[in-house]
């Protein structure tokens, strides 16, 4: 069964860095089969995606953020992680931990990807 | 970037019903929008991939279809359990983008 668990500071002050981890189990995140992915929800709102791991260590990013934003593995401790740098109140937010599965679809020959299994999420306030 | 735009926002249904939910996106993206539900104080639940794809584990009463720019999930049978926000999520192009979501409430 596959599981994701966020974990990190809930309070981080504004101008400094938010890191979280995401552990992972019953996957692993060194498989070519998988991305890892953060994605994020401030109180009462929708949802918007951070960015994205491979497990070469190669990652895409949401341009509103990619000059703040680090996504790596630790594939020894079958992790992932997020720093978020320069944070603000607007940054006060759910971040979600997620895996990608990459499915290849025989019959219009194209790859998709979707968020399989999510973690639970952790809230994260940014104090001013 | 790529808008993904539901409608409604929200809807009042009761248990039985037909409930209905389009995403509309601002390009064509194929057939690459998925649909999660989503309950108070829980991450979001993947029901449908890749437009059409019942997620293993998802009731039957959840269907979805659409290709292109338009996309519709469709609960028959609307269950107490069905309660919840949906969203549609575009994985054609970065940045993956999230629909604004749809409340289903109980009327």
């Known amino acids: 069964q596959v599981q994701l668990q966020e974990s990190g500071p809930g309070l981080v002050k504004a101008s400094e860095t938010l890191s979280l981890t995401c552990s992972v189990s019953g996957s692993y995140v060194s498989s070519g089969s998988y991305y890892w992915s953060w994605v994020r929800q401030p109180p009462g709102k929708g949802l918007e995606w951070i960015g994205y791991v491979y497990y070469s260590g190669s990652t895409n990013y949401n341009p509103s953020l990619t000059s703040r934003v680090t996504i790596s593995l630790d594939t020894s401790r079958n992790e992932f992680s997020l720093k978020l740098s320069s944070v603000t109140t607007a940054d006060t937010a759910v971040y979600y931990c997620?895996?990608?599965?990459?499915?290849?679809?025989?019959?219009?020959?194209?790859?998709?990807?979707?968020?399989?299994?999510w973690g639970q999420g952790t809230l994260v306030t940014v104090s001013s | 970037d790529i808008q993904v735009t539901q409608s409604p926002s929200s809807l009042s249904a009761s248990v039985g019903d037909r409930v209905t939910i389009t995403c509309r996106a601002s390009q064509i993206i194929t057939r690459s929008l998925n649909w999660y539900q989503q309950k108070p104080r829980q991450a979001p639940k993947l029901v449908i991939a890749?437009?059409?794809s019942l997620q293993s584990g998802v009731p039957s009463r959840f269907s979805g279809s659409g290709s292109g720019t338009d996309f519709t999930l469709t609960i028959s049978n609307l269950q107490p359990e069905d309660f919840a926000i949906y969203y549609c999520?575009?994985?054609?192009?970065?940045?993956?983008?999230f629909g604004q979501g749809t409340k289903v409430e109980m009327k």
């Open positions: 997620a895996r990608i599965l990459e499915d290849y679809y025989y019959g219009s020959g194209d790859y998709f990807k979707y968020f399989d299994y």
């Open positions: 999520q575009q994985s054609y192009s970065i940045p993956w983008t």
């Open positions: 890749v437009a059409s």
